[in-house]
């Protein structure tokens, strides 16, 4: 018995270090150790043998198995070493190494997307905004019609920050305070856009950042109607998507336009995807602004930028943008 014992240890020395991968070593331990193995089925058949023979088959028994269990063990930290090198080595980045350019960074996808925006933007004759990230009350709500104690206010997790009055500064929680500035800082007609960094006590998931981006379009002339405004949606939509691509408006409600609408865009294979909201300019918020809504008109939209790039890429996880993972991000 003993020297059965002996030659299965050799067996399973042998068939342990002919194993490199931790799957089948796994499977191997079993083997060698569980309920059916030889050293489990020699412990069961001890208690038919003679009491000095038992002592002798049992004292090897034990050494037996304590072997197989030190050999499994060593065998596999040594497949974990070799697996964890095989990581590293393939995660390694040289940054030593700036040959024929393949390391040289580029533009984050959403900063692509943010330029492509606006070069079609400017390709349609409008000029590019932008405005500050740390507002006032005023422009981010009570310009844009929202009085104060207004419901509409809480469709915004705002962020405040601690300076002046509590309440007066706050980071903005969309870019449509830069119509309000723009309006401001110039007179009539405008046809703007005004991208930019927005941010919402929100919590992190697929869809939702606390950081995120906009872009807000302004246009305010004579005679502008919502025709012009469904007009240039679907402009857009075909212009950034392609001609397999269409919009449509559904009415929606925001304070700082009337009538207002949620815009949606139909990918080739008939689905909707909500972008985005817009609609005339409130004639208030023409007036808050400066410019008088009995000689002028216009409307306005503002949709995630994150998210166009998350479509045009088909990338199902916001997140996935801010991991600042170069090996997610050079795919693009
Ligand atoms: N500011 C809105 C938001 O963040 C989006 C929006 C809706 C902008 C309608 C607009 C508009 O300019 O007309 O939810």
């Known amino acids: 018995m003993i020297s059965n014992l002996d030659h299965?240890?050799?067996?399973?020395?042998?068939?342990?270090?002919?194993?490199?991968?931790?799957?089948?070593?796994?499977?191997?331990?079993?083997?060698?150790?569980?309920?059916t193995s030889v050293v489990t089925e020699a412990r069961r058949a001890l208690g038919g043998l003679d009491p000095d023979?038992?002592?002798?088959?049992?004292q090897r028994l034990n050494e037996v198995r304590n072997e197989l269990e030190r050999l499994v063990s060593e065998r596999r930290t040594t497949l974990e070493a070799v697996a964890r090198s095989v990581t590293l080595e393939a995660e390694r980045l040289d940054l030593t190494e700036l040959d024929g350019n393949k390391r040289l960074g580029h533009r984050h996808v959403v900063t692509q997307t943010w330029e492509r925006?606006?070069?079609?933007?400017?390709?349609?004759?409008?000029?590019?905004?932008?405005?500050?990230?740390?507002?006032?009350e005023w422009h981010n709500f009570g310009a844009l019609n929202f009085p104060l104690g207004h419901p509409a206010r809480d469709m915004y997790d705002t962020l405040y920050v601690d300076h002046g009055v509590p309440g007066s500064t706050l980071?903005?929680?969309?870019?449509?305070?830069v119509q309000i500035r723009v309006m401001e800082d110039g007179e009539p007609p405008f046809y703007s856009i005004m991208p930019g960094r927005v941010f919402r006590s929100d919590t992190a998931d697929s869809t939702h950042m606390p950081v995120f981006h906009q872009i807000e379009g302004l246009v305010v002339d004579r005679g502008i109607t919502f025709g012009?405004?469904?007009?240039?949606?679907?402009?857009?939509?075909?212009?950034?998507?392609?001609?397999?691509?269409?919009?449509?408006?559904?009415?929606?409600?925001?304070?700082?336009?009337?009538?207002?609408?949620?815009?949606?865009i139909q990918r080739?294979?008939?689905?909707?995807?909500?972008?985005?909201?817009c609609g005339m300019v409130h004639p208030s918020v023409l007036s808050a602004g400066g410019v008088d809504?009995?000689?002028?008109?216009?409307?306005?939209?503002?949709?995630?930028?994150?998210?166009?790039?998350?479509?045009?890429h088909g990338i199902?996880?916001?997140?996935?943008l801010f991991r600042n993972d170069l090996r997610f991000l050079g795919q693009f």
């Not at 796994?26 to 309920?35: D, F, I, P, Q």
């Not at 980071?171 to 305070?177: C, K």
Request: hydrophobic residues 40%.
């Open 8 to 35: 299965h240890l050799d067996e399973a020395a042998r068939a342990v270090g002919s194993i490199d991968d931790l799957d089948a070593l796994r499977a191997l331990g079993v083997e060698l150790l569980g309920k």
């Open 53 to 58: 023979q038992r002592k002798d088959v049992g």
């Open 117 to 136: 925006l606006e070069d079609l933007f400017v390709g349609m004759g409008y000029t590019v905004a932008e405005g500050p990230e740390i507002e006032d």
């Open 171 to 177: 980071l903005r929680t969309h870019t449509s305070p």
């Open 228 to 264: 012009d405004l469904a007009g240039t949606l679907e402009a857009f939509t075909r212009a950034y998507f392609g001609h397999d691509f269409t919009s449509r408006l559904r009415p929606s409600y925001f304070p700082f336009t009337e009538p207002s609408a949620e815009f949606d």
């Open 268 to 277: 080739p294979d008939g689905t909707w995807l909500e972008l985005g909201g």
């Open 293 to 312: 809504p009995e000689e002028w008109s216009g409307f306005a939209f503002g949709f995630g930028l994150d998210r166009l790039a998350l479509m045009r």
């Open 316 to 320: 199902d996880d916001l997140r996935e």
